[in-house]
């Protein structure tokens, strides 16, 4: 069974940063892209960041490019953004998931994990 785990979301001010990490279990990791989405208030959920298997390659969407970091750790399962530079409309609840192709944001798992609130606000 397929478990995603996100932590690490809060309330910061603008220019500040966050950390937000994704424990995994039910599938190889290692074996799979994955990526960051996020789902603001009244609209869709969108890839933001996403990494190759082996973390060989990142790409970041032009909303966070610059201010946010993908990164990946296979040895315990575990996915990270770095977050930077905060802005209002960076205000979501972020996900993870695998990839089901890397150069599309279709995710490879039906199911989602609960999110992890980020919440930008002076």
């Known amino acids: 069974q397929v478990q995603l785990v996100e932590s690490g979301g809060g309330l910061v001010q603008p220019g500040g940063s966050l950390r937000l990490s994704c424990a995994v279990s039910?599938?190889?990791?290692?074996?799979?892209?994955m990526g960051w989405y996020r789902q603001a208030p009244g609209k869709e959920r969108e890839l933001v960041a996403r990494?190759?298997?082996?973390?060989?390659?990142?790409v970041h969407e032009d909303s966070v490019k610059g201010r946010f970091t993908i990164s990946r750790d296979n040895a315990k399962n575990t996915l990270h953004l770095q977050m930077n530079s905060l802005k209002f409309e960076d205000t979501a609840v972020y996900y993870c998931?695998?990839?089901?192709?890397?150069?599309?944001?279709?995710?490879?798992?039906?199911?989602w994990g609960q999110g992890t609130q980020v919440t930008v606000s002076s």
């Open positions: 039910g599938f190889t990791f290692k074996n799979y892209a």
């Open positions: 990494i190759t298997y082996d973390g060989g390659d990142t």
């Open positions: 998931n695998a990839l089901l192709y890397y150069y599309e944001s279709v995710p490879r798992f039906p199911a």
